[in-house]
């Protein structure tokens, strides 16, 4: 009986049998003189103690009972299996690419399973695979065994995590509820993570855990576990590896900082092997005991100029799927220095003295200063005032004013319009020079600020390492001492600044005079620096520090200091990746990598990857433009799912009650009963009965006629 809330409709037979127990009395008329002149009234109906038309009270008891018995759906046992109404659940995470007890991926097991379950469908069995991660593909109830098993071969299992498992279990048992099928099932294919059902665990969750268990045990459907039988005692994975910073130059060296962790029960030995590209880069050896974390630093030197993406792997174990870990590194272009100084003076031994702009272009790029080829990311070219205005200013990152106020009018206004779009001037005063013609020949850059007469007195200046008196953190750095003490830094001379309005100052003396003022201007950015690199002026190129002011203040106005996020995501997330080479470009992102698929562009210049669920590298290209560098995406198995412990027997029972069946696949087959739904028989029946029923009472009213007529 699938409905047998149906029954209660036996209550109504009492209907008929109260009507049949009215007696309306028919009395035959006479002509009485006596009652000639008398009201007439109706005769009241009357209860009589036997029912009348008993054998057609008894058809129509019939009729309502074979109707309710209908409602009900009565099965009968049959020798054949009755037709399935099953749904098939097929977990997709990442923890099932464990192995299992064939020594097969335990995915791979569970999909030819499942195969076998629909290969066998009968002529009457429907079925609805729902393929399960954190999100689920639903085939519907097919009866086609051709399409179901197209649509199963077509599925791989994923590198995401397994949230929609619980949502999709409860609510397969509430559909097949409501379908009432003589065979409804639901059986999970699974590893029963743990994880996967922790959230359902917690005290908020219990009062709807308590609902639906109630709700299952109510219902006829059964909820089948199938047992996974496998069992992971060697699992080290890499939780997680972070560049030290997310660009890079051309011959630098970066850090990747490999996270970890033995999720065994045994001590392990693995190797990671670092790898740009396809070029592999030595192996460290990692010892871990169980349940323990490490982290270790790998060194790589880059010597490709394009993006390439990276990974670290270690050795195969019992769970593959957390053993790689990608991400990209972005190859920055080598920062282009224009130096403008004047001419060097053919008289002066330069074995015994170096310039002020000689130790500054030695501080940008030691090795290139040094003829050597190799350095910082930084190239420096020198020039004279004289030839700046046949310069092409726009392809400099960044321009220095060493010493120099004589411009002619045509390199003012190069300037003024490189500076203007974007571009950073660094002007630096040497003791040297006037006032006057300084401010006459770069007052345009000054803004606000005003010049004052050079500062040479016998009191030496020292560093204000009061940060709250600074406009910007850039120098922190030097005030902190970290790259060097701070009390080898004195000024001898320098120039006043005063007014300096919208300028951020960037270092000031122990007196509170400026000494570093940035200005900005439009788009761009001037940096004045009030005293020069002369040794005799300042006791800062003799420094540790001298090397690095140099690059952070070349770095601030170039904007090469501020660090890109890596572009890496967790399978599965939804990352939104800038792409401003696609600008003004119309149609889709094509996404190639493990999966291949299609991303409309957003905003402009933006697209939400959010279709990426498989581990690695993916390319971004676009039809209408073939050339340019590549552009990479990362994705990563998603966090938790190395934690492979599965539900205990007893925690399944406090989760979906006494009902459900943990039951390896070869005990599948006895599940399914052997009954069949006796709709046609009952219909027939009823059929009988209302014919039946309305043939006698149309005889028995045609005989109450007749006996009236007489």
């Known amino acids: 009986m699938l409905n047998p809330l149906m029954l209660l409709g036996l209550l109504g037979l009492g209907i008929p049998i109260a009507i049949h127990l009215i007696q309306k009395q028919r009395l035959k008329p006479q002509a009485l003189a006596t009652l000639r002149f008398l009201d007439m009234e109706d005769v009241a109906n009357a209860f009589h103690p036997v029912p009348r038309d008993i054998l057609q009270l008894i058809l129509r008891l019939l009729f309502l009972i074979i109707m309710i018995f209908l409602l009900a759906r009565l099965t009968v046992p049959t020798a054949d299996k009755a037709p399935k109404t099953m749904i098939i659940v097929l977990d997709q995470s990442m923890s099932m690419q464990q192995g299992s007890s064939t020594n097969q991926m335990l995915y791979k097991k569970m999909k030819a399973e499942v ?45 995401s995590g397994g949230l929609a498992l619980m949502p999709t279990i409860r609510q397969s048992v509430n559909l097949l509820r409501s379908r009432l099928e003589v065979n409804p099932i639901v059986i999970v294919f699974s ?3 743990v994880l996967n059902y922790s959230a359902y665990l917690k005290e908020d969750e219990k009062q709807q855990t308590e609902k639906f268990k109630k709700y299952l045990a109510n219902s006829g459907v059964k909820l089948i576990f199938i047992d996974p039988q496998s069992s992971i005692t060697d699992n080290i994975a890499i939780e997680q590896a972070t560049f030290s910073k997310a660009e890079t130059y051309l011959g630098s060296s970066a850090a990747m900082t490999v996270t970890a962790r033995n999720y065994g029960t045994e001590s392990k030995t693995v190797n990671l092997l670092f790898h740009e590209g396809t070029t592999e880069d030595g192996t460290r050896e990692l010892t871990l005991e169980p349940g323990e974390t490490a982290q270790m630093d790998l060194i790589h030197s880059f010597e490709n100029p394009v993006d390439v993406v990276c990974k670290v792997t270690i050795d195969e174990d019992s769970l593959p799927g957390d053993n790689e870990f990608f991400i990209p590194m972005r190859m920055k272009n080598r920062t282009q220095i224009l130096l403008v100084s004047q001419a060097e003076d053919e008289n002066q031994d330069n074995k015994k003295f170096y310039k002020g702009s000689d130790l500054l272009a030695y501080a940008l790029n030691p090795g290139e200063a040094l003829g050597t080829g190799n350095g910082t990311y930084i190239n420096v070219k020198r020039i004279t005032p004289n030839v700046l205005d046949k310069q092409a200013l726009p392809i400099y990152s960044m321009i220095v004013l060493y010493g120099v106020a004589n411009l002619t009018e045509q390199s003012q206004n190069d300037l003024q319009a490189y500076v203007r779009n974007g571009g950073g001037l660094m002007i630096i005063l040497e003791s040297e020079m006037s006032p006057f013609a ?46 060097g003490e701070l009390s080898g830094v004195t000024i001898n001379k320098y120039f006043g600044l005063e007014n300096t309005g919208n300028a951020k100052v960037l270092l000031r003396t122990a007196d509170g005079d ?6 900005p201007i439009d788009k761009g950015n001037v940096m004045i620096q009030a005293f020069d690199c002369e040794l005799g002026s300042s006791s800062l190129p003799r420094t540790s520090a001298f090397v690095p002011v140099c690059h952070e203040l070349s770095q601030l106005l170039t904007g090469s200091g501020m660090q890109e996020e890596t572009e890496t995501m967790r399978a599965g997330d939804e990352l939104r990746v800038e792409t401003p080479e696609f600008r003004n470009l119309s149609g889709d992102v094509n996404v190639d990598g493990p999966d291949s698929f299609k991303i409309p562009i957003t905003d402009g210049d933006s ?4 279709q990426a669920v498989k581990a690695g590298a993916y390319q971004l290209s676009h039809p209408l433009k073939q050339s340019g560098r590549k552009h990479w995406v990362t994705v990563n198995p998603v966090q938790g799912e190395s934690d492979v412990t599965a539900l205990e027997p007893e925690t399944m029972k406090e989760l979906f009650g006494e009902k459900l069946q943990l039951i390896p696949y070869s005990e599948v087959g006895n599940q399914f009963v052997n009954k069949r739904e006796i709709i046609n028989l009952m219909l027939l029946i009823l059929f009988i009965a209302f014919t039946i029923e309305a043939l006698i009472g149309a005889w028995g009213s045609r005989s109450k006629k007749q006996m009236e007529g007489n």
Request: glycine share 6%.
């Open 115 to 159: 195969a076998e379950l629909i290969d066998g469908m009968g002529e009457n069995d429907v079925i609805s695979l729902q393929l399960v991660g954190d999100k689920v593909e639903s085939t519907g109830f097919l009866d086609d065994k051709e399409k179901l098993l197209e649509i199963l071969a077509n599925s791989d299992v994923s590198d």
């Open 191 to 193: 590893d029963h993570q």
């Open 438 to 483: 300084i401010q006459n020949g770069l007052s345009t850059f000054f803004g606000a600020l005003t010049l004052t007469q050079l500062k040479d007195s016998d009191k030496i200046a020292t560093i204000n390492i009061n940060e709250s008196m600074l406009d910007d953190d850039v120098l922190f750095p030097l005030l902190h001492g970290e790259w």
């Open 514 to 519: 400026p000494l570093i003022v940035n200005v």
């Open 607 to 610: 697209i939400r990857f959010n």
